[in-house]
């Protein structure tokens, strides 16, 4: 039983940076012992579709992110925190969405669009 609580999302001017944070709670072996346990972040922006940000494996901390952001956002791990973060600079109008904190106990399913546990989102709005 692991529960995904995101954080740091809010009101940010374009061209400003922004940190987002998720914990993972719960169960310690169940589903972070997995050897591919993976988290990540997905976003949705209002009118658009659902679309995969970033993600990063557990134990080898290999990550991947989206070709869209992949010159401004970089995701990074807390091993002993439990806990993901989105950096995120330069942020431009169009990165405006709720962010969702997502695992799973593979992580190329969540490479695909498949995770298995979802957080309840926050949402990041970029307005002057």
């Known amino acids: 039983q692991v529960q995904l609580t995101e954080s740091g999302g809010g009101l940010v001017q374009p061209g400003d940076s922004l940190t987002l944070a998720c914990v993972a709670s719960?169960?310690?072996?169940?589903?972070?012992?997995?050897?591919?346990?993976?988290m990540g972040w997905f976003r949705q922006a209002p009118g658009k579709e659902r679309e995969f940000v970033a993600s990063?494996?557990?134990?080898?901390?290999?990550?991947h992110v989206a070709e869209s952001v992949k010159d401004r956002f970089r995701i990074s791990r807390d091993n002993a925190k439990s806990t993901i973060y989105l950096q995120m600079t330069t942020v431009k109008t169009e990165d405006t969405a709720v962010y969702y904190c997502?695992?799973?106990?593979?992580?190329?399913?969540?490479?695909?669009?498949?995770?298995?546990?979802w957080g309840q989102g926050t949402l990041v709005t970029a307005s002057s």
């Open positions: 719960g169960s310690s072996t169940s589903g972070r012992s997995s050897s591919n346990y993976g």
């Open positions: 990063i494996s557990w134990n080898s901390g290999i990550s």
């Open positions: 997502v695992a799973g106990w593979n992580y190329w399913a969540i490479r695909s669009g498949t995770p298995e546990l």
